[in-house]
């Protein structure tokens, strides 16, 4: 019986693929984050992804979602997903959680989780509030993302730039996967552009 390309390329081997496209990609001009942004993360051995839809984070999503060896989880609210971390953690599996500032604050609570009993967590937020925003009701809590964040013991970087972002984001993942620790990086709303409805 023959078995489709896809589905003969082994785990590793499709690693490997990731890492070779995030190398390709960090080589070119524009930067394309969010493919090398999912290279990294999943040279990381990230193999589960929980998501409430964001247009900042569509790319991502979309390639998470299209990999046959990552399990997609998408979510109804931002604090499921610190739930589906802890059992990817106790099930042996890294896991990264995608959301928008405004979304920070439906996780505070359920943050302590993370905190109180020490499993890796590694979120990235795509912040609203800040440059050229339109809607007055996301500059609240884009103001308190990473201050809220922080009080509860997340421990936050902030990326600018593509390249601070990759480079962010590889940090985070070894703080978080090898010294145990909740990570947020908020990607700036001026990196990813003008909102436009």
Not at 77 to 86: D, L, N, Q, Y
Request: charged residues 20%; proline residues 5%.
């Amino acid at each position: 019986m023959a078995v489709s390309g896809k589905r003969a390329m082994g785990r590793g081997a499709r690693a490997r693929k990731a890492r070779g496209s995030a190398r390709k990609t960090l080589a070119s001009e524009p930067l394309d984050w969010p493919q090398a942004l999912y290279g990294a993360l999943r040279s990381a051995d990230v193999r589960q992804m929980a998501f409430v839809p964001d247009a900042g984070h569509s790319k991502l999503i979309e390639l998470f979602t299209a990999d046959p060896d990552v399990i997609s989880n998408v979510l109804t609210t931002e604090e499921e997903g610190i739930a589906i971390a802890a059992g990817a953690w106790l099930g042996g599996m890294r896991s990264v959680l995608l959301m928008q500032s405004s979304g920070v604050g439906n996780c505070i609570n359920m943050l302590s989780l993370a905190t109180i009993s020490r499993f890796p967590l590694l979120m990235l937020v795509t912040m609203r509030g800040e440059w050229a925003e339109f809607n007055p009701w996301q500059v609240p809590m884009g103001r308190a993302t990473e201050p809220a964040l922080n009080a509860i013991g997340v421990r936050t970087f902030r990326a600018e730039t593509p390249q601070d972002l990759l480079d962010m984001a590889s940090s985070a993942a070894t703080l978080a996967y090898e010294a145990d620790q909740q990570v947020a990086v908020l990607i700036s709303q001026r990196m990813l552009g003008r909102k436009k409805w």
